[in-house]
C-alpha cells in the first residue's frame, strides 16, 4: 500500500510540475516554467535511481534504466519539458502495472479459523474443556457430533462416522471402528465417540495443512514484467544509437532526442494494460485472477493436474440407480426411504430427500423413528415399518436373493454406496449413490486439450480404483490415486519442474497443492474458502470448463501483450532514427511516444473482448434459459430411460404373461417419449441451434443418432406387436433386452452429447 502511495505521489508531482510550468509559459514566465519542469522531474528521477540500485543488487536489469537516463539527460541538457513529458509517462505506467500485478493477500484466517481451539478431555466420569496445545498422547477425547476432529488418534469407543472430506476429497462419510485412525480436520458426522490422542496439535494432520500452505505461499516467485526481458538488448542499442547520434552531428540535443524517443513506454504500459484487460474479461465469465502476474503464468501452462472429488465429479453423494425386488416399484422405494430420511441429518439422508424431491414425490413424515450407529434408520412411514441402511441390516447373515447381488455388483462397478429399503420386513430395493462426473468434465477436458495444454492428469486422496474408472473415461494422461496433501504437493512440485503446471481443486486437502502449482485454481463457488485463499485464480461459478476459458483467456491476453510490445517497439524504433536524423525534437519525440503510447493502450484493450473465431466472424451467443430449458427437457426423458432400465431388469425372471405386458410397457415408453423426444430435437431444436453455430457438422452427425435411435424403436416394435405368451421363449426375451437396453445407453450418450452442443452454443 506504501509503494502504490508513493507511485501515486510521484504521479501527481508530475502533473503538477507540468501544469504549473504550462501555465507559467502562457503568462510570459519562462524560467519559473523551467524550474517547474524540473521541480516535476527530480522527484521521480530520484525514486528511479533508487529502484535501478535496488534492482542491480537482486541481479535484475529493466527498461527502468532507459527512462533513468532520458530524464537525467533531459535536466543535464536543459530541456525539462522533455523530461517531466518523460517522468508522467513512466510513472503513469508503473500505477497501471501495480493496478495490473496487485495480488489478493493471501492470509489463512479461513483456514485457522476453522481449526479447534478446544478438545473435552475425559478424566474418569469427568469431561473438561482444555486448550487444544494442552492435550498429550494417550489423553482420551470426546468429540461430539458436529465437530472437528481436534488431534490424531484412534477410535476408543464403538465407533465414528466421519465426513473426510476435508483430507482426502472422498464426499461420502466413512464409518471408522474401534482402534481404528481418526485424522484431524476430519468432522463427526455420527454420534458422539471417544478416541485416544497419538499426536498433539502441532504434530496432527491438520496443523500439517496450515504450514504446508505457509511454506508453498513463501517459496513463490514473484512475477516479472515481460518488459524486463527486453531491457538488456534495449538499453545498450539506445546508448549506442544516441552516441552515434551525438558523434555524427556534434549535437548532444539530437541524443537527448534520441533517448526520450526511446523511452519504452510501450513496454512498461503494454503488458499491465493486457493483463487489466485479460483480468476484466476472465471476471466476466465469473472467473477471479489474482492479479497479471497469475494471468501471465497462466498463460504458460502446458500440464493441468486435477483434483477429482468436487472438481471433477460433483462433489457429494447423488441418487445414480434404483435397483429393486421384482415387483416393486422404484418410485415406491425411494419415496419411502426418503420419507424416513427426512429424520436424519446424514449426508446420504439428504441425497436421498433431494433425489425424491426432484421426482416430485409426495413424502410423509415418519414416526417412531430410531437411528442405530454404522447400519441404518428404522421407523413407520404412513402404514409401512421402513428400514433403510447397510447390507447387513437388509439381509443379516442370508443369502442375498438374485436382484440383492446384481444392486452390490453394480454399485462395485460404479463405484457406488448401495443403501438397502425393507418395507414391512421384507428387502424391497436398493439405492445407489455415488460421487459422478460433473456433466460439463468430458467438454471441459477437451476444450484444454484443444487451447494448448499437451497433459492432463487426476492426483486424489480417493482409492485407485475408483480414480482410475474417472481417468479412463476421461482418457487423462495419468491418475495418482491415494494421495495425501503432502504427496499432492511432491507430485505438483514433480510436474512444475517439467513443465508449467496448473492444479485445480476445491478442498482444504487441496489447499497446499494449489499454492505449491504455478497457478493454482480454486472452484470456488461451494469449495472450502481455505482453498480459494491459496489459489492464484477463483472460478466463481459452479463450472469445469471455465478452466479452459481462464486458459484460452490469458493466452489471448498475453499474445495481445507481446504484439502490443512489439508494434510499439518497432513504432519507437522510427521515432528513434527520424530523432537521430534530426526530424525530431526531444519534446516532440517525448510527444510522438505519447503517441505511441496511446496506440499500445488501444491494442492493448482489445484483450477485454472475447477475441474471434478461426473464421474471423462472430455468431450469436445461445442464451443460457434456452440451454437450461433443453436441459430440462432431457432430465424428464431420462425418467422414461429409467424405466426401461428397470424394465430390462425384471426380464430377467420375468413369467411369459410378465414379459408380454413389460414389453409391451417398454414399446409405449419408447414411442410416446423417447422416440417423440428426438423427432421434436430433429424438427424444432436443430433448426435454432444451426443460429448458434459456426459448423454444423456436429448436428448432422447427432442426426444420424436419431436415426438410430427410430431404427430400434422400429425393431422393439415388431417384437411388441401381437407378441403373446405362448410365443415367450429365453431368446426373445434377450432378444427385447438387447435392443431396450440398446436404446436406453444410445439414448443417455446421444443426451450428454446433444448437452455438451448446448454449452458451445451459450459459449460462443
Known amino acids: 500500500m506504501r509503494a502504490l502511495l508513493t507511485r501515486y505521489g510521484l504521479v501527481s508531482t508530475a502533473v503538477a510540475g507540468l501544469t504549473v510550468g504550462l501555465a507559467a509559459w502562457a503568462v510570459g514566465a519562462p524560467g519559473f516554467a523551467h524550474w517547474a519542469w524540473a521541480a516535476g522531474t527530480v522527484p521521480v528521477v530520484i525514486a528511479l535511481a ?32 522533455a523530461g517531466v513529458v518523460v517522468a508522467i509517462m513512466y510513472t503513469g505506467g508503473n500505477v497501471l502495472e501495480d493496478i495490473a500485478v496487485a495480488r489478493a493477500e493471501r492470509d489463512l484466517r479461513a483456514l485457522v479459523d476453522r481449526a479447534p481451539r478446544l478438545a473435552h478431555r475425559l478424566s474418569g466420569d469427568t469431561v473438561a474443556d482444555v486448550p487444544i496445545e494442552d492435550v498429550a498422547m494417550g489423553d482420551v477425547l470426546v468429540v461430539r457430533a458436529g465437530e472437528v476432529v481436534p488431534v490424531d488418534g484412534t477410535v476408543a469407543s464403538a465407533g465414528a462416522m466421519l465426513d473426510e472430506a476435508a ?26 465417540f471417544e478416541m485416544r490422542a497419538r499426536a498433539t496439535a502441532g504434530e496432527s494432520t491438520y496443523a500439517g495443512i496450515v504450514r504446508m500452505v505457509t511454506a508453498a505461499q513463501t517459496a513463490k516467485a514473484p512475477f516479472i514484467r515481460i518488459a524486463d526481458r527486453y531491457a538488456l538488448l534495449l538499453l545498450p542499442a539506445t546508448l549506442v544509437l544516441a552516441g552515434l547520434a551525438w558523434a555524427l552531428s556534434g549535437d548532444p540535443i539530437r541524443a537527448l532526442a534520441v533517448l526520450v524517443a526511446s523511452t519504452p513506454c510501450p513496454l512498461i504500459l503494454a503488458a499491465p494494460v493486457a493483463f487489466i484487460a485479460g483480468v476484466s474479461q476472465a471476471a466476466r465469465h465469473g472467473i477471479l485472477v489474482k492479479g497479471g502476474g497469475a494471468l501471465e503464468t497462466l498463460a504458460a501452462s502446458r500440464t493441468v493436474m486435477f483434483d477429482k472429488t468436487g472438481t471433477l465429479t460433483v462433489g457429494g453423494a447423488r441418487l445414480v440407480a434404483i435397483e429393486t425386488a421384482p415387483g416393486e416399484s422404484a418410485d415406491e422405494i425411494l419415496r419411502l426411504a426418503a420419507s424416513l430420511e427426512q429424520a436424519s441429518h446424514h449426508v446420504v439422508a439428504s441425497a436421498i430427500v433431494g433425489a425424491a424431491a426432484a421426482r416430485n414425490l409426495a413424502l410423509t413424515m415418519p414416526t417412531e423413528v430410531r437411528e442405530n450407529l454404522g447400519s441404518g434408520l428404522d421407523g413407520r412411514v404412513g402404514g409401512h415399518s421402513v428400514c433403510v441402511g447397510s447390507q447387513s441390516m437388509g439381509f443379516g447373515a442370508a443369502r442375498l436373493p438374485d436382484w440383492a447381488a446384481r444392486a452390490l455388483r453394480r454399485a462395485s462397478w460404479r463405484s ?52 482410475e474408472t474417472i481417468g479412463a473415461a476421461l482418457d487423462l494422461d495419468a491418475v495418482l490415486a491415494d494421495r495425501s496433501p503432502s504427496d499432492k504437493v511432491d507430485a505438483v512440485a514433480t510436474e512444475q519442474r517439467l513443465a508449467p503446471t496448473l492444479m485445480v481443486g476445491d478442498g482444504i486437502n487441496d489447499a497446499p497443492a494449489l499454492a505449491a502449482a504455478g497457478v493454482g485454481i480454486a472452484m470456488g463457488a461451494r469449495g472450502a474458502s481455505a482453498s480459494s485463499q491459496a489459489a492464484d485464480v477463483v472460478i466463481l461459478v459452479d463450472r469445469l470448463d471455465r478452466v479452459s476459458q481462464a486458459v484460452a483467456v490469458a493466452r489471448r491476453a498475453r499474445g495481445i501483450a507481446v504484439q502490443s510490445i512489439v508494434v510499439g517497439m518497432a513504432l519507437s524504433a522510427v521515432a528513434m532514427l527520424a530523432a537521430a536524423f534530426g526530424y525530431l525534437t526531444p519534446v516532440a519525440g517525448a510527444l510522438t511516444q505519447e503517441a505511441v ?45 429409467d424405466g426401461l432400465r428397470a424394465i430390462a431388469d425384471a426380464l430377467d425372471d420375468a413369467s411369459p404373461e410378465d414379459a408380454v405386458r413389460l414389453v409391451a410397457a417398454a414399446h409405449r415408453l419408447v414411442t410416446e417419449e423417447v422416440v417423440e423426444h428426438e423427432r421434436d430435437d430433429e424438427t424444432e431444436v436443430y433448426p435454432r441451434l444451426t443460429r448458434y453455430l459456426a459448423d454444423n457438422h456436429g448436428l448432422s452427425a447427432m442426426s444420424r443418432a436419431h436415426r438410430e435411435i427410430q431404427h430400434l424403436a422400429r425393431l422393439l416394435g415388431r417384437l411388441a406387436d401381437g407378441l403373446k405368451a405362448e410365443d415367450v421363449d429365453r431368446y426373445l426375451v434377450r432378444d427385447a433386452q438387447r435392443v431396450i437396453e440398446s436404446i436406453e445407453a444410445l439414448v443417455r450418450i446421444h443426451n450428454a452429447q446433444e448437452e455438451d452442443i448446448y454449452e458451445h452454443a451459450v459459449a460462443a
Not at 455415488?434 to 468430458?442: G, H, Q, Y
Not at 484483450?607 to 427437457?633: C, I, K, N, W, Y
Open 50 to 81: 533508487i529502484s535501478i540500485v535496488q534492482a542491480l543488487l537482486a541481479g535484475r536489469m529493466g527498461v527502468d534504466a532507459v527512462a533513468f537516463v532520458s530524464m537525467t539527460a533531459a535536466l543535464v541538457f536543459g530541456e525539462p519539458l
Open 597 to 641: 503510447d496511446v496506440a499500445v493502450i488501444l491494442n492493448a484493450l482489445r484483450a477485454l473482448g472475447p477475441g474471434r473465431g478461426a473464421a474471423g466472424r462472430r455468431f450469436q451467443a445461445m442464451s443460457s434459459t434456452a440451454a437450461r430449458d433443453l436441459r430440462e427437457d432431457h432430465a424428464q426423458l431420462e425418467r422414461s430411460l
Open 167 to 192: 483430507l482426502t476429497g472422498e464426499a461420502l462419510p466413512v464409518t471408522r471402528r474401534t482402534g481404528e485412525e481418526v485424522r484431524s480436520g476430519t468432522v463427526n458426522v455420527g454420534e458422539t
Open 416 to 467: 457406488a454406496l448401495a443403501v438397502f429399503v425393507v418395507v414391512d420386513g421384507r428387502p424391497a430395493g436398493a439405492l445407489l449413490l455415488a460421487d459422478e462426473l460433473r456433466k460439463e468434465t468430458p467438454r471441459a477436458i477437451q476444450m484444454l486439450r484443444s487451447a494448448g495444454i499437451s497433459r492432463i492428469m487426476m492426483v486424489t486422496g480417493d482409492r485407485a480404483d475408483a480414480a
